[in-house]
Each structure stands twice: as structure tokens, then as C-alpha cells.
Nanobody, 129 residues
Framework: QVQLVESGGGLVEAGGSLRLACAAS????????MGWFRQAPGKEREFVAG????????YYADSVKGRFTISRDNAKNTVYLQMNSLKPEDTAVYYC??????????????????????WGQGTQVTVSS
């Protein structure tokens, strides 16, 4: 049974940093795409960042480019989202997701929520002004 568990959320002042982690278990293959999405109250879930299985390819939403960094440690089955220079508009519930397909390439594929097969329960990030 595939399970994704996020951690690392919390309350931080604007300009601060947080690092989210997503621990994965129950996977039978290591060739999976991982993504981070977020959803603010009253808004649709939006793509934040994605990474391929080797870590060679990463994609970011324009709103976080240059501030957030996605990485993965396959030995630990964990994906990270380092968030720097946080802004109040980054406040949302952050979800990690896994995609079990090898033909996904390009921003359009990584950024589409319904291409992902498994989701975590989410972790709250609140940035105060």
C-alpha cells in the first residue's frame, strides 16, 4: 500500500524559510515522479514543484521559482521542498504526490494533478506578514 506522509509545515514570518519533507513507503518501483502542490482557502490546488526519479529534471511554478527548491533522496524514499523568502501568499496546505509513469516529461505533465496516483494528507504552511 502506497503511503505519503508530509512533515515540516508550520508558522513562519515573511522572509523566513521552511523545509517540507515527504516520506514515501509501499512503492514497488523507484522510477516515479514526485510533485508538490498547494491549496489555499477558496482556491484550486496548484502545482508548486516536481522532480523526476533521478533528480535530473525539476520543474517549478513561476510564483516560486528562485525561492523554492525540490530535491529527493531515493535511499530514504523522501522528497524535500526547501522554501526560502516566504511570502504571505505562500500560505496554503502543501501536498506531496507520486506519479507512477515513465513517459511523463515537461512542465505540462508534471503540473497536472490528475496525472498523479497517490497523495499525502497535507501539511499547513502559514506565513505571517
Amino acid at each position: 500500500q502506497v503511503q505519503l506522509v508530509e512533515s515540516g509545515g508550520g508558522l513562519v514570518e515573511a522572509g523566513g524559510s521552511l523545509r517540507l519533507a515527504c516520506a514515501a513507503s509501499g512503492f514497488t518501483s523507484r522510477t516515479y515522479v514526485m510533485g508538490w502542490f498547494r491549496q489555499a482557502p477558496g482556491k484550486e490546488r496548484e502545482f508548486v514543484a516536481g522532480i523526476n526519479w533521478s533528480g535530473a529534471y525539476t520543474y517549478y511554478a513561476d510564483s516560486v521559482k528562485g525561492r523554492f527548491t525540490i530535491s529527493r533522496d531515493n535511499a530514504k524514499n523522501t522528497v524535500y521542498l526547501q522554501m526560502n523568502s516566504l511570502k504571505p501568499e505562500d500560505t496554503a496546505v502543501y501536498y506531496c504526490a507520486a506519479m507512477f509513469r515513465s513517459d511523463c516529461s515537461g512542465y505540462g505533465c508534471y503540473a497536472t494533478p490528475n496525472r498523479y496516483n497517490s497523495w499525502g494528507q497535507g501539511t499547513q504552511v502559514t506565513v505571517s506578514s
